[in-house]
């Protein structure tokens, strides 16, 4: 009967776990922004005590970027790693935002009341699901259900540079059973999901350079190359007309769908119009002949995340700009090589130069697509323990996003990865005014009760 | 006698006159950006004021935007009037200035002493030469050498949208024998030059509008349109592979040069490898097959000024963007529609359109190209005056840059305009580092006298 009692708990502590939530959203831990430094630290700390008040043996551990945060406890049963990251999106453009986004608050929507403000989804809403569950158990039976070890990092958002180092470093001490991830989403709002597939991701920034400075374009107009001009090509014909994408090799290690795999998602209750329609949107633009969940789960793509050059200010300035610049990225799946879509889109960029252009190309990170053995016995533990806390069983889909860790815990510390998340397609990740539902909270905290209790049996 | 008394006190009153155009060159007139209309006013005031000194009857019109500048002086003769502009362009990137912007300074260079600072050569130091010379004829003969008026404007650097209205009220009180601009620079150091076609302009800003709000590109890559990937692709295409410009009616009006005029501009001492390598390019990058000159002063280009979209900060962010806009402008020649090629780049655009985007677009200015008569009288008489001051003769080129106004002299007040400037290639007009050479200034100003005194005896 203790599982029945520490969900009661969740059920009577769960203002409390809102206004802890709310606290860690104040911090703004934005990764990508070295300005944003001392806030990522902060809410670094923030959850070394967290974890602490609940019974962890907690670390903060300095890299060369962001502190990772550690924590250890428990004994017995299946032994889980839980990773999640503190770290948040860049918050422009910030007068789209409704209220500040620092400063969360619960509001009532059509659907249901929110928590409004970056982060409340991804990921720090996310991560205090487990660390809510593991507090709910120890209040309850004194102890937690078994042996938890906690990972958190705070450079999710940049690419993860001292990820790997780190867990190379310390891949006996990361080593458990499964690792779990919340990160991830619902398929559809009743549907408890574990992602399966996880696309890779390939970024780079780029900058053309042209003239040696800013020309007039009634001066120069006609005979100095324009590098807005080169770009605008190159990354033009990245795509052809059928969405496709025209990297030399881009499609190399890119599988079809296994039929069985791909009749279970046509099974799925997910309606693409509604999908789009979401956004503003009625066409899907990917690659012509596959579904809208194809698109996003199991075909790669490439997409220009940023652009910019000459004078972007108000009025006009006829400028012909000395460098124009894009951040690009590339989305993977199945064994696409990330070091080979590297050198091909390099290589492409570079198949566009004038000779008085050159390139400036920095990589921002490389990571494979993942993809899950869903014969570890934990997914079918976890995927009816899922079905239990919500009105329709649990299943296995893909997922568009990178986790590049998933990928990590296989490779480098040799261990399956279980994605498990709560968030909904409507909750503005990455975007203005990001939400999180408050029943993805409050059945997420439950969850993963059911779910620790089950595999703390086995 | 009288000439050479007046130019020897412009020699001997020069220091002067650079104090007096630093005084002008320090308001921080940028006419495009609202924030600075308070200084464009300023720089009108301190011109009334210097005007009057000088014995103008001066005054300051209000328009919807920034003032006019109107005087008058003077009898007899051949009546001039004389127009500048007194708004300089925006600075940024102000970080490659490397002083600055409105803190103009003297400095020696490899060629000679410079005035450094925005607008010194455009065009505050450029009109300031006229108003020496006005200046050192009243101080030797007590008045100005025959009736002069003078009309300067505050808006020319942002599309002079007060211009034609204020010129279609007042073309009685602007009418004159002829029209003289000095806005324009020389075709090499020692030849002053008469520019008689000038390319007219065309400028849009463009958004274009795909999904209702920025998107995370793992959830949506791939289904959704990126309107930076539409907006690459429509303008790319306004170049063919030959540096042509695609839109549709582009040519029509475009004349072929004279073989008189090729064969006059292929006489001039210009350097095509030194223009290009001032700018550190090599290969002109216009329509294949014309030589840099056809494809500054006469022939037509399309030029992306400005483009942005998405995230363009520090790091990385993997956003599907909501928005994408660009700058795009034209320059013409002959007898271009400019509301055609309005019309045909709206089109252009919008027939790249899928069916998720929207396409905003915003006129920035339309005027043609002009084209002078240099069979007025006032032509000959100026070139002779401009062979006397500098070592070699004046010749008649052609200009890249677009001067509306010259038109609307032919159009709204019906008088021929001389376009005669001292600005050299090296200037960096619109770029950081703007200068204007010393030399310029001096011989300039010197220039102007001569031209009076010739054109006072007509």
Known sequence: MSLDAVLSHVDNDFE????????????????????????CDAAAEWLVDDLQDIGFNTEKRPTAGHPMVMGTGGTGGTHVLFYGHYDVQPVDPLDLWDNPPFEPRLEETENGPVIRGRGSSDDKGQLMTFVEACRAYKAVTGSLPSKISIFFEGEEESGSPSLVPYMTEHAEELRADVALICDTGMVEPNTPSIVTMLRGLVGAEITLNGPNKDLHSGMYGGPSINPIRVLTRALADLHNDQGGVTLEGFYEGVPELPEQVAQQWQGLDF???????????????????????????????????GIWGGYTGEGFKTVLPAQASAKVS???????????IHAAFEAHLRSYLPADCTLDYHRHGASSASNMKIDHPAFEIARTALGDEWDNAGVYVGCGGSIPIAGHFQDIVGIETMLIGFAQDDDSIHSPNEK?????FHKGIRSWVRILDALSKT
């Open 16 to 39: 409390n776990a809102i206004a802890r939530l709310l606290d860690l959203l104040r911090i703004e831990s934005i990764s990508t922004d070295p300005a944003y430094a001392q806030q």
């Open 271 to 305: 309606d693409e119009a509604k999908f789009l329609a979401e956004v503003g949107l009625s066409v899907p633009a990917g690659e012509q002949g596959r579904s809208v969940l194809e698109q996003i789960w199991s075909r790669p793509t490439a997409e220009v995340n």
């Open 330 to 340: 590339f989305r993977l799946v199945g064994t696409q090589d990330p070091d080979k």
């Open 436 to 440: 999180y539902d408050l029943r993805s």
